[in-house]
């Protein structure tokens, strides 16, 4: 898993995304002075596996938790998926 950092090219105002571990990240930036990272947008995750709901049983769990947290007029707002 490598978060997404967004660059720009200081010499030609080119910006461009990479993926990159954290770990390289500092030494990628003073090998190439040139390249200065900005926030394009939030660094992004990508684990290759997309967004899943939760198994049954910690769904169910999710339930009986909002059912004992729910009282008088107000209710919870655990979402149960």
């Known amino acids: ?3 997404t950092y967004s660059f720009r090219n200081k010499e030609t105002n080119e910006e461009f995304e990479a993926f990159k571990h ?3 990240l500092d030494a990628y930036l003073s090998d190439n002075p040139h390249i200065e990272q900005f926030v394009g947008r939030a660094p992004a995750i ?3 596996r997309g967004m899943q709901k939760p198994d049954s049983g910690f769904r169910d769990l ?3 938790i909002k059912r004992k947290h729910s009282k008088g007029l107000t209710s919870s707002t655990v979402n149960t998926f």
């Open 62 to 64: 999710l339930g009986e």
């Open 1 to 3: 898993m490598c978060p």
């Open 46 to 48: 990508h684990s290759g």
């Open 22 to 24: 954290m770990s390289e």
